[in-house]
């Protein structure tokens, strides 16, 4: 009898009750958007820090990064390798010497950071060899020259293909600048202003000869099967790769502020929710005291005849619960087909950086089950939470009070 | 005759002081199994506050009211309300019903209350509307009744629980005067055939005829009784 009184007074002011729905409906839609965007906006960054070129995870001596010291380097390359290829974790891993150096052109000069790299091996790592533009990626086989730069740099030097470039870098051996005559032999575009305008790669041994490191390299840079066990900081798999000399390290990492700002992004689809569900729930509220208190005289009636306080309240939570269940199904249909036609048409942030990381890809929303799942019972247990203080109003009403202008 | 309901010393008063109004002063009133009382004053003598006390809607300020010899003041919230569900019928003025629910609906769910059967509520419910008039308008919700069937589904409601005592608070002061003497002759059939006791408030001349026994109340004191047989 609950349900079916409880039905049937929301049918009575059919208005009302949409609109109340629609409150709660439209949170819940809002809701599932933002979380599709939000998530599909910190993957983007994840993958723009790590498969665009930094890689999932990095191998590093230990006193690199802190000190970024060129004489910080690491061996026993070769075998690193290898033991990487046999990982059933790892995608695949690319070995790095990088150093500061200064290119020079017929019309300018740029500070850079040069990078030694193994071209098939960092194809397979990194998108370089799927950005260049104009003319080829490196070829380990090729002329000992090649020097492949990023747009931007290509532009302020006033290169272009062909053009001979000095590249200088400090020789850890004899202390000495080391200057080396190369030719532009390709251009890229990876759409990050880091990059594009501050990177010169060559060839691995070219470098490491330049720098007088022998066999020993900077960095190493690898993808894992699985990119998410990357956030993992005590994936077994780092604490193998590490030593007392070299230390293996994921992205979050390698990268503290983008993971600080990640865990921004997240507390911002709380925060989205909270204001969220504070209007709605204002709204059930209201909605439902309006409902109640046209209906003083009848709950009065209702006690005088021997109905309990709490078959009141609970007439007033099935009024709720009903709204909210109802309210919450339109609301996932409405949020999953806004998602969906969100990420149909894409969200171009055209490159922009937040956080050092490049939002270069068109951002599609996501719907995950979470989305599906976790609001919605939310909203609900919001929604019901909501109905408490409407409910125990209307269960604390007087009958004598109530029905005063007749008995 | 066995004592349906006695009221001893049964006061209401609101406010203090200066702006002290005793609704209701000593009344001690003592009401029959199958009678058929109406009270009767001007406005403001203290009708609806004698009837909402007897009823268990209201406590008084002092004084007692007495179920079948059972004092109600020592009643719980609970108690009260489980009270008023299984021993007293009540009919209001107007707006007895609720809206959302059919005639047959609005008998039914007192009786859902009190947890009786399905088909004992069915039966129940078809005979008493066919009882006061209503066969056939079973489904209609209370906008499709006129303001007599209202009321007189109202006093369907009152008899399906079976209760001890109906009270009536001016209940046919919202209906035109041909319409409300055809609402009591029907209390008073109901009365006469099942024996169910009727305290009804009114003042209206014609209609406190077809009491058999008069309460006169005047600033909340009885003024005086009257029997006719
Ligand atoms: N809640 C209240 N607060 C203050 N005074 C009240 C309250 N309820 C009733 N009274 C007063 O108590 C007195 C009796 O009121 P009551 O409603 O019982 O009269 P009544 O005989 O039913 O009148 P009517 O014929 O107009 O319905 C009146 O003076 C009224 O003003
Ligand atoms: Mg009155």
Redesign the interface.
């Known amino acids: 009898m609950t349900w079916h009184l409880a039905l049937r007074n929301l049918a009575r002011n059919r208005r009302r009750t949409f609109l109340t729905a629609m409150i709660i409906s439209l949170s819940l839609a809002a809701l599932v958007l933002t979380d599709g965007v939000i998530s599909a906006m910190a993957d983007t960054m994840v993958r723009s820090a790590t498969r665009l070129y930094g890689g999932d995870a990095q191998i590093h001596q230990r006193d690199y990064l802190a000190a970024r010291d060129e004489s910080f380097t690491f061996g026993e390359v070769a075998a690193l390798l290898d033991q990487l290829d046999q990982s059933e974790w790892v995608e695949a891993a690319t070995p790095r010497a990088l150093a500061f150096g200064m290119v020079s052109s017929s019309a300018s000069n740029r500070a850079v950071q040069v990078m030694g790299i193994d071209p098939s091996r960092e194809a397979r790592v990194s998108k370089l060899a799927n950005v260049v533009v104009e003319g080829d990626y490196l070829d380990a086989g090729g002329s000992e020259t090649q020097l492949l730069i990023g747009w931007r740099l290509a532009q302020l030097l006033e290169a272009e293909l062909g053009d001979r470039i000095v590249l200088s870098v400090h020789n850890q051996i004899d202390e000495t600048a080391e200057q080396q005559l190369f030719r532009v032999s390709g251009i890229f575009r990876f759409n990050a202003r880091e990059l594009d305008e501050n990177a010169a790669f060559i060839l691995l041994p070219r470098a490491q000869q330049m720098l007088g490191i022998g066999q020993q390299i900077h960095e190493l840079a690898l993808n894992l099967r699985q990119a998410s066990l990357a956030g993992q900081a005590d994936l077994p798999l780092f604490a193998q790769l590490s030593n007392a000399d070299r230390i293996a390290e994921g992205w979050p990492q390698l990268m503290p502020q983008l993971d600080g700002m990640l865990q921004m992004t997240r507390y911002s689809t709380v925060i989205v929710g909270v204001i969220l569900f504070v209007l709605a729930a204002l709204g059930v509220i209201n909605g439902l005291f309006m409902s109640i208190y046209e209906r003083v005289w009848e709950f009065g009636v209702l006690l005088a005849i021997g109905t309990r306080r709490r078959v009141l309240f609970g007439l007033i939570l099935a009024e709720g619960l009903l709204l909210g269940v109802g309210a919450i199904v339109i609301g996932l249909v409405v949020g999953v087909l806004v998602t969906v036609l969100v990420a149909q048409i894409g969200i171009d942030y055209g490159g922009m950086e937040v956080a050092g990381v490049a939002l270069n890809e068109v951002i599609r929303p996501q719907l995950n089950l979470s989305q599906l799942i976790i609001l919605p019972i939310w909203v609900l247990a919001l929604t019901l939470l909501a109905c408490l203080y409407p409910a125990a109003h209307a269960a604390r009403i007087v009958p004598a009070r109530a029905l005063h202008k007749s008995l | 005759m066995s004592t349906v309901i006695e009221t001893v010393g049964l006061s209401r008063h609101y406010g203090s002081g200066d702006t002290l109004v005793k609704a209701l002063d000593a009344v001690d009133l003592r009401i029959e199994a199958g009678e058929f009382t109406a009270i009767v004053g001007p406005s403001g003598s203290g009708k ?1 506050t004698l ?2 006390l007897i ?1 268990g ?2 406590h008084p300020s002092e004084g007692e009211v007495h179920l079948a010899g059972q004092p109600i003041s020592s009643y719980s ?2 108690q009260l ?6 021993h ?3 009919i ?10 059919s005639a047959a609906e609005n008998c039914e ?2 009786m ?3 947890g009786i059967k399905a088909d004992e509520r069915q039966r129940r419910v078809a005979t008493m509307l066919q009882q006061v008039g209503l066969a056939g308008r079973e489904d209609r919700r209370p906008s499709q009744l006129s303001g007599g069937q209202q009321q007189r589904v109202a006093v369907a ?1 009152a008899m399906v ?1 079976q209760p001890d005592i109906i009270l009536a ?2 209940p046919t ?1 919202n209906l035109d005067s041909q319409t409300g003497m055809d609402l009591l002759d029907m209390m008073v059939e109901l009365n006469q055939r099942d024996g169910m006791t009727f305290v009804f408030s009114t003042h209206d001349p014609k209609i406190m005829e077809r009491a058999r026994r008069l309460v006169y109340l005047r600033d909340g004191v009885v003024e005086r009784e009257e029997r006719r047989d």
């Open positions: 609806s009837l909402q009823g809607l209201d919230g609970r309300s489980d009270f008023r569900r299984d007293i019928g009540f209001f003025q107007a707006y007895n019903l609720i809206p959302v629910l769910y007192i859902l209350l009190q409601r629980s608070d001016e002061a």
